[in-house]
């Protein structure tokens, strides 16, 4: 694991262009007179608008612009319990907010509203990486619902994906553990991009120089060739379609395996072995390695690059470690690069929240090896008594199960009203007693382990 210097705020902002610092697939299409109506550089709303159909359709909902740049959605369901639950989102997008993004979010977690809790989602004030604008974004959105319709009796932060980093940087600067008086009273964290930008996205730069290796075709030999820490040249036409079309031609992805050839089963194995991710996202995390790291290392951080591979020894198929690698492209990470995305996304564990954190053991775009990070992080921070971590034997990211969702707020609830501390145990059998309400019908919808725990981010991405 990386150690990194601090550096001052100011200067983190400078190097990361006054913005925000993992990708997800693009929105629905916007509601084009909507959109029209709130300029997102004018404070807008909140309006009364027609909720998404997953929505119960006897809550309130309200769209707005912050006045900073950002879109946002708010619903209150008929019967609310009084308590907000404050949702920052997974990505980023490299594009424009839109506010379809934050319809899509309320789509998905449409069962904390019906489990009578409000939500509150922005789209941030601009595409691409920044945590912590992110989180002065989200605490932005809470104010605006406060002014519009009144203090909650209990307000919770979620943060999924890379939201879990925008959460728990959120959690440190408006809740630390000693001095401000917090405006939040709970944290959840589910499927979370923890441990900080550099931790979390070490081993994209490892999939672009193995994959560069095996495949030589990410540049082509006849393009422009360039550092593969800079994800793509910022004048590149190469679109997401050319680039998939490149993965099938080398890996055989996207077809049956009966279908590939030997060459590309081979290329896919040595890929995988040295990678360590899944083939149903290769596709996916190539995306993420080229134009989010376009974006974090060429807009964000002025062309210095934060990823290093130098003495990282990668494991491959019988017989073939030796030449992968030696032949792999080897990069040295610049230290202001690293200090500005540490400062800008490392947690510090520095907060006063009681948090819980859910996580698929099978996720294959956050690696669960993350919560081992953040678990360390907090433990070296002397806040470790207000964190407990869940596993769920599942195998998405985006999105688990419903019932898992209501029995992690309730818990957390009731450790803030009560002091009743949840265990992995307790929660599996909140979640348990949940699925006759929010279960699918004919299929478990609790999938918690209590007794599973992380190895070390060490065991899934080579040290450096």
Known sequence: M??????????????????????????????????????????????????????????????????????????????????????????????????SRSEEDLTRWAITVKAGYAWAGSTYRRGGYGVTLAAEDTERLRHIFV??????????????????????????????????KSPYDGLVLTSGVLGGGNTAYDFRLDLRVVYQYVCRNHPLPSEPQYPLWQGLPLDSTLTRQDLAQRVRDCTGVGLPAAQRSPAQAAHLKTILTAVKIPERTLVAHLNWATWLFQDLTQKRLGGRNPFGNIGVRYDAPPGEAEALNAGVLRYAADPQAQGALAADSLPNGRTSLPTVTMHAIHDPTAFVELEDAYRRIRTAAGTEGNLVQTFADE?????????????????????IDRGDKPTPAGLAEACRRLEPRYGTAGKPGCHLLPDWRPQAIEARVPPR
Request: aromatic share 8%.
């Open 2 to 99: 990386s150690h990194f210097s601090l550096i001052r705020p100011a200067l983190v902002l400078a190097a990361l262009g006054g913005a925000s610092l993992v990708a997800v697939a693009a929105p629905a299409a916007a509601r084009p007179a909507e959109e029209a109506a709130m300029r997102p550089g004018a404070a807008s709303g909140p309006s009364p608008a027609t909720c998404p159909k997953a929505v119960p359709q006897d809550a309130r909902c309200y769209t707005g612009a912050d006045g900073a740049g950002a879109f946002y959605w708010i619903a209150i369901p008929k019967d609310w319990n009084r308590v907000l639950v404050m949702h920052a989102h997974g990505g980023p997008e490299t594009g424009p907010p839109q506010l």
């Open 147 to 180: 002014t519009r319709f009144g203090q909650p009796r209990r307000t919770l932060l979620h943060g999924q994906s890379y939201g879990g980093g925008v959460a728990s940087k959120a959690a440190e600067l408006y809740a630390p553990t000693v001095g401000l």
């Open 395 to 415: 195998r998405e990211h985006s999105y688990l199960s419903d019932p898992e969702y209501p029995a992690l707020f309730d818990a957390l609830l009731a450790w």
